[in-house]
């Protein structure tokens, strides 16, 4: 579950600095630039579209979550070694050269 948070968080990132880039304050509106420039990228809601631009520290977050997916990672995936007794089992089937 972790994974689809953190795309989550870096599709908000991406969204963020596109506003960024090409809102200009009392010239440009957000509703113009989320029809010319996120919507088409990316297809969502307008409020959809305001509740991502006004979430607060997303780079903080997604360190947090990336964090919290490496400490999953390490704690639940078994270590892939082969058993010591099943190698002669691999190299019965070897095909010769």
Known sequence: ??????NKLLR???VIDI???HYIHGITTYAGIF???????YPMS???????INIKNVNK?????IEK???QETVSEPKNEVLTNQLP??????KPV
């Open 46 to 52: 307008y409020n959809s579209f305001m509740e991502i």
């Open 19 to 21: 506003v960024q880039e």
């Open 89 to 94: 089992l691999f190299e019965r089937y070897e």
């Open 69 to 71: 997916a490496k400490k």
């Open 61 to 65: 977050e997604i360190a947090k979550e």
């Open 12 to 14: 908000c990132k991406k």
């Open 35 to 41: 029809r010319k420039f996120v919507y088409p990228i």
């Open 1 to 6: 579950m972790a994974y689809n948070k953190i």
